[in-house]
């Protein structure tokens, strides 16, 4: 998956695309797990701070569904 973050202060922010798997989601503290590929450690994501998410349907195993 590829996912669109905003980073840094809120006058200079820039966008970053992060590739790899989304693990999990806390609705209770609007985070979102994201485990990077190439080995990369696991990391937080605030839902605020999401841009996009996209998949990759050649990816996606059967009966999957997209994100």
């Known amino acids: 998956m590829g996912l669109d973050v905003e980073c840094g202060r809120r006058d200079e922010t820039v966008l970053h695309r992060l590739c790899g ?3 999990s ?3 209770g503290t609007g985070q979102v797990g994201f485990s ?3 080995g990369h450690p ?3 994501v605030p839902v605020h701070r999401i841009v ?3 998949g990759d349907r050649q ?3 059967a009966g999957q ?3």
Do not use: D, F, Q, W
């Open 25 to 27: 989601y806390e609705p």
């Open 36 to 38: 990077p590929t190439g």
């Open 59 to 61: 990816r996606r195993s």
């Open 65 to 67: 569904v997209p994100a």
């Open 52 to 54: 996009a998410l996209s």
């Open 21 to 23: 798997t989304v693990t």
């Open 42 to 44: 696991a990391n937080s």
